[in-house]
């Protein structure tokens, strides 16, 4: 995700992000059911769609997969790195396929990763390889339990 | 489970659906089948979680939540689940996990996403927090993030 500025929003707009986050249907014209609900018509909404994804304000716009639930492996992981080796690393890392979001962080762990891997084997091998890689020590924080995902953004 | 034409269907939407007015349909066209039998099979998958949920992720940051950060909390392991179910109810948090210690560099057990609109927000909702664990809170910190250094969506290779 960009770090991008806020930006100014019409009525429908607002709207369609705040239920889209919901749901889209999975139907032969999706478009215009959800134009009905929102008393809309399918182009406008197409448009409006087409535009938030193109100017940023969409991340994403369509299935979520569940990586677990496919066979695969999922991590959240952090390394410590000194500022002026920075960039060198997040190349590395980033250069990573498994590697889905990386985020700098205030702290002494001051890069955090999310690794998907195709095989719930992989995560740990992915960990090694990049503490190979770069010189640093990779800290695997695998999720042990889970209680709750699932917050709106009210635009 | 899923097949051989579900890991198509998979590659072909896991960037996004086509911004058409019958994207199932081109979805299917793409892979070789029907758009009837594309939507079947992103049902199943809804109903098994191999799917989340289809719809639109907001750039956060576009709609001024410029603040996200990671509160990480030390709370007594015998206490995780209770703990955890508790602050994953609170209307701030987004996700909340137990991930596991590292001795001598990371002694957090507990981790709840919070969100707001200025990093202000997140300290009073962090502050929140800390008042409803009491004794249970053995440390905390929050960690806000100073750059996203990279955002995809999940790749099937």
Redesign the interface.
Known sequence: MRKIEPVELDDLERLLINELQGGFPISQRPFYDVAMRLGSDEETVLTKISSLRERGVLSRFGPMYNAEKMGGGLTLAAISIPEDDFDRVNDIVNGFGEVAHNYKREHELNMWFVLATETPERVQQCCNEITEATGYQVYNMPKKQEFFIGLRFEA | M?DALDRLI?KA?????P???????VVGDEVGTT?HEV?VR??R??D???????????????????ANG?STWDVPDEK??EI??K???L??????????R?KG??NYNL?A?V?GKTKETCYERVQIIADMLGDDDQGH?I???????????????
């Open positions: 899923i998979i939407t896991q960037e996004g659906l911004l058409v007015l019958n994207p199932y349909d758009g939507r992103l049902n998958m809804l098994d979680g191999i799917i989340r949920r289809i719809g639109a992720v907001p750039n956060h940051y576009a709609l001024g939540y410029s990671m995780v689940a955890g179910a602050i994953g109810a209307d701030f948090v987004s996700h909340c996990y137990e991930r596991p590292h560099i990371w981790f996403m969100h910190e960690l806000f993030s100073s750059k996203i250094l990279k955002k995809t969506g999940l790749r099937l290779a």
